[in-house]
């Protein structure tokens, strides 16, 4: 920065400027203070009742930060007894002990240690368990590892009898991964689930996929072992191969027993709620498709994202040329203070609003600058090039199963705190479809065989209809039941004209209000998304209140039920806990009301898409039919089928979707197909 603008900028700033000072200095003479070194040295400590502490005050990502201690738990946290020692299966004598032993419990906890994917099935060991005081380890010769010890599963086959025993109940910390891994080392895993991590967010959505550990210090289970301790962590993570079986035996058995010793207290707490249909009927059928979904992937043409990786290239090259010539010397596009530097200081635009570490640059702040100056869209359109090319683009090719040619997303269940399914590992829900580019990166995604196309069935409004159902507001529903635009009739209704004379710009404003109502869309909120004054958003969104009185008399009843109880529900049962929706501070009281009205309208959304999801799964199985579920994807799933088998799957996918639930307005669900995921045509809309 030139030496005049910091004068300048010190000299109107020159009080902050000396409180800044004050804030960053380090007070070293306060007294009564000592500070002993030595008592700073690493030592052992009490890594359970840290960790407890860290969940406790609501950071749970340090726990996995701290470090490993051998110490003994404190006498002042609770009693929770270790688990007792796991008992290694070395003989066909302790084979049929524990085989007649599990089948008389009728029921058991399955652990898995697997080297790589769990889908890859290369199998170390079995851990079973009954509670903290039974269980078991097999280790098995069938891993990654060239010396892989224990006996192959030929020896085995009394316990792949009993795991594919549909009368004999199996649990599971992550049953997913559990599936997954026995199903790729050809073994089936029947009879009634159960999944710790599943249950625990059904009681606490703000559980989200915990550490064993956290589960087990929440739902009064033993100590977990220390995996860290075992495996290590980062890029320093070695594999289960890598134990020897004591040390399998002492880990996986352990884990086994934690996930037996709390599988009653969760399920108790269900029952509670009320909620153990919710995992019984919704989470775990859905469990099973996702497995089925993840061990089978989608088919990636990783060549035609080669070829646009090599004309974004191009692209990159370019708008940086262009950005350049604007600025009047080269800078880093992706640095924040180089960025900040160039936009506020050199070209003189003014920052909208402040961060902790300077002025904003982030996109918000950068759209509300789009028309100051040719820059600003060029810098826009950078980013989202760079990062899809980098997210996708460029990513994509390098997780291609070289055996199958297909990418392997993994499906969360236990994340958002809605109850909507997420992606990872790649995330494939985030590919943006409005965009030229992301509809590029679309059509790389192709049917398993050459011969085969996609079908998409997508819900039309699904969150509208919910809120349409949960307002019982008149209008709305009469909007849906009969078929009209909802949005045109909104801007009817608000600007008071005829549909017929709504016009592009009115439609779009009602489109925002729609959807913004389900977030708890502010006056300030509509402004800025339309780029109206703030009286304006305002009066809008008051006659939208005057149109629409039921969805406001249902907004504010169910704030005042969060007040009240200190949670919502989804039509299903499904809560979320909010607990700061009384908060003394405005802004985090606020932030909970948005989620309070949010989370009925998306979180019931999302539950219909799970029944959904069973329902056509259900119909493709009992129809023999050769099409399957790819991916589940917001409110939409894809297939790929025989194009033989097009129309009896749209028709199997628009019944078990479109009659998932029965709400006061019709459930509508938009099919098409095509060679790829970009390129679908419609095939027809079907209505419950």
């Given at each position: 920065m030139p030496l005049g603008r910091v004068r300048t900028a010190l000299s109107a700033n020159v009080e902050l400027a000396r409180l800044s000072r004050e804030l960053v200095t380090i007070v070293q003479d306060v007294p009564g203070v000592t500070l002993d070194l030595a008592s700073c040295r690493l030592r052992e400590y009490d890594r359970e009742a840290a960790a407890s502490l860290l969940e406790e005050l609501g950071m749970p990502s340090l726990v996995t930060r701290l470090p490993t201690s051998t110490a003994t738990e404190s006498p002042l946290a609770?009693?929770?007894?270790?688990?007792?020692?796991?008992?290694?299966?070395?003989?066909?004598?302790?084979?049929?002990?524990?085989?007649?032993?599990?089948?008389?419990?009728?029921?058991?906890?399955?652990?898995?240690?697997?080297?790589?994917?769990?889908?890859?099935?290369?199998?170390?060991?079995?851990?079973?368990?009954?509670g903290a005081d039974q269980s078991w380890y097999c280790p098995i010769a069938s891993g990654a590892s060239d010396d892989a010890q224990g006996a192959p599963w030929e020896e085995w086959e009394p316990l792949r009898q009993l795991l594919a025993t549909a009368t004999v109940?199996?649990?599971?910390?992550?049953?997913?991964?559990?599936?997954?891994?026995?199903?790729?080392?050809?073994?089936?895993?029947?009879g009634e689930g159960f999944d710790c991590v599943l249950a625990a967010y059904l009681a606490d959505s703000r559980?989200?996929?915990?550490?064993?550990?956290?589960?087990?210090?929440?739902?009064?289970?033993?100590?977990?072992?220390?995996?860290?301790?075992?495996?290590?962590k980062g890029i320093a993570t070695r594999q289960p191969s890598s134990l020897t079986t004591e040390e399998a035996r002492d880990l996986f058995g352990g884990e086994a027993a934690c996930a037996a010793a709390i599988r009653g207290n969760l399920e108790r707490r269900l029952a509670e709620l009320g909620a153990e249909g919710l995992l019984r009927d919704l989470e775990l059928p859905v469990l099973e498709i996702l497995a089925d979904m993840e061990a089978l992937g989608v088919r990636l043409d990783a060549e035609q994202l080669r070829a646009i990786s090599a004309t974004l290239t191009v692209q990159i090259a370019e708008l940086e040329v262009e950005m350049f010539r604007l600025a009047g010397r080269a800078f880093s596009p992706g640095s924040t203070s180089q960025l900040a530097a160039l936009l506020y200081d050199e070209l003189g635009l003014k920052s909208s609003r402040r961060t902790k570490t300077g002025r904003s640059t982030d996109a918000q702040a950068l759209e509300s600058l789009r028309e100051e100056h040719p820059i600003v869209p060029l810098l826009l359109e950078w980013r989202q090039v760079t990062k899809l090319k980098s997210t996708y683009v460029d990513a994509l090719p390098e997780l291609v199963d070289g055996d199958d040619g297909r990418v392997h997303t993994n499906f969360n269940q236990a994340v958002a705190a809605t109850g909507r399914l997420s992606?990872?590992?790649?995330?494939?829900?985030?590919?943006?479809?409005?965009?030229?580019?992301?509809?590029?990166?679309r059509a790389s995604f192709i049917p398993g065989r050459n011969d085969w196309v996609l079908v998409s069935a997508d819900y039309s409004q699904i969150e509208l209809r919910v809120l349409a159902h949960l307002s019982g507001?008149?209008?709305?529903?009469?909007?849906?039941?009969?078929?009209?635009?909802?949005?045109?009739?909104?801007?009817a209704q608000v600007f008071a004209v005829s549909q017929d004379q709504v016009s592009a710009e009115q439609r779009r404003m009602a489109k925002v209000v729609n959807f913004g109502i389900l977030y708890g869309l502010s006056s300030y909120g509509l402004s800025r998304d339309?780029?109206?004054?703030?009286?304006?958003?305002?009066?809008?969104?008051?006659?939208?209140?005057?149109?629409?009185?039921?969805v406001q008399g249902y907004l504010e009843s169910v704030r005042e039920e969060a007040r009240r109880q200190g949670y919502v529900s989804t039509i299903l049962g499904r809560r979320r806990y909010l607990t700061d929706i009384n908060s003394s501070n405005r802004q985090v009281r606020e932030a909970s009301e948005r989620m309070a009205i949010n989370m009925?309208?998306?979180?019931s959304a999302a539950d219909i898409m799970k029944l959904g999801m069973i329902r056509t799964a259900q119909a493709l199985r009992a129809s023999g039919s050769a099409a399957r579920m790819l991916l589940q994807v917001h409110d939409e799933l894809v297939f790929e089928t025989p194009p033989e088998e097009v129309e009896s799957l749209a028709e199997l996918a628009a019944e078990g979707m479109a009659a998932a639930i029965e709400l006061v307005v019709p459930l509508v669900v938009d099919l098409k197909s095509g060679p790829n995921w970009r390129d679908l045509s419609p095939l027809r809309r079907a209505v419950a």
């Open positions: 609770p009693d929770r007894p270790s688990a007792a020692p796991s008992l290694m299966v070395t003989s066909p004598a302790d084979l049929a002990s524990l085989v007649a032993v599990l089948q008389e419990r009728g029921s058991f906890t399955v652990g898995v240690a697997a080297d790589g994917p769990a889908r890859k099935g290369h199998l170390v060991g079995l851990a079973l368990a009954t109940g199996k649990s599971s910390y992550q049953l997913k991964e559990t599936i997954l891994a026995l199903r790729g080392a050809g073994v089936d895993l029947e559980s989200r996929t915990p550490t064993l550990a956290a589960l087990s210090r929440e739902w009064e289970g033993p100590p977990a072992p220390d995996r860290e301790a075992y495996l290590g992606s990872s590992d790649p995330n494939l829900q985030n590919i943006p479809i409005r965009t030229e580019l992301g509809r590029r990166i507001d008149q209008r709305l529903a009469t909007a849906f039941a009969k078929g009209d635009d909802v949005h045109a009739d909104t801007a339309l780029g109206i004054g703030t009286d304006v958003a305002e009066d809008f969104i008051r006659r939208y209140f005057a149109t629409y009185d039921g009925p309208i998306q979180g």
